[in-house]
């Protein structure tokens, strides 16, 4: 059966390239945008008091089905998650060519480290560079970011752990992905992406998806150590990294203290993955 989080149909309207797979009254081919905007929530619901399944940074390309009461119903390109941003957040569709390395990049007014800030942009969100004036890109009409907080599309890390440990302790947010909150899989997609290594967006897809089932007792560094609903990484043999709702942020741990600790109340490891 398809993942109704990765499918653009409902009972009303569903996109085009559905159409024989799936009942709906009308089918549409969608408009592609970009994000324009730092991060938007992606909801459950076209609703502000809507759960927040994930969130779509600056530069990001989704499919857009449907634009109404202020809301729009998209499809993310870059994970294919299904949700509702706020209309406000889209943008002409843009070509970027570079990406964030800092784990959040002022956006200023002026390309002046002194002008009022317009937002701040997450580590991984991309941009297209403009003029330079001075040590500023300007991205988008009065917004400027420093150059030595971007890098080339084609540049990543090479330790997706590393990555993830600079965002000790930021904040446990569900379906966040950026220094101003995340969860579980948020941290490990966020850290993946950082190093140019495609994820899913839930910890039971990456489970799927991600590495090889090791068995091995003897664990290592970058190990992926999974429960139901649950994931962190291994940062050496005895030590988890983890987005979690116990420490309420990112944080660092003996494994099996984490281990007794969630066996309690959502059970134990299903699987450790290696990539």
Known sequence: ????????????????????????????????????????SLRIAPADDAGQDSELLWGES?????RK????WVQAAKDGYVGYVKDSALAAPFTADARI???????????????????????????QRGRLEGDYHEIAQGCFVHYRHLTDLDEHGTDFVAVA??????????????FSGLDCSGLIQTALQACGIACPRDTDMQQT??????????????????WKGHVGVMQDPTHLLHANGF?????????????????KIGGPVVAIKRL
């Open 209 to 226: 998806a991600l590495g090889e089932i090791i068995t091995t007792a003897d664990l290592q560094r970058g190990d992926l150590v999974f």
């Open 69 to 72: 009461n202020g809301w729009a």
């Open 165 to 178: 440990e600079r965002f000790a302790g930021v904040p446990y947010v569900w379906g966040g992905k950026s």
């Open 1 to 40: 059966m398809a993942d109704k989080r990765l499918r653009p149909a409902r009972p009303d309207l569903a996109a085009a390239h559905l159409k024989g797979e799936v009942e709906a009254a009308r089918f549409v081919p969608g408009e592609n945008f970009s994000i324009g905007q730092g991060r938007a």
């Open 101 to 127: 390395c800092a784990v959040l990049a002022p956006l200023f007014s002026a390309p002046d480290i002194k002008s009022p800030l317009r937002d701040l942009l997450p580590l991984n969100a991309q941009i």
């Open 62 to 66: 989704v499919t857009v089905y449907e």
């Open 247 to 263: 420490h309420m942020q990112v944080a660092s741990e003996l494994l099996v203290e984490a281990v007794m600790r969630i066996e």
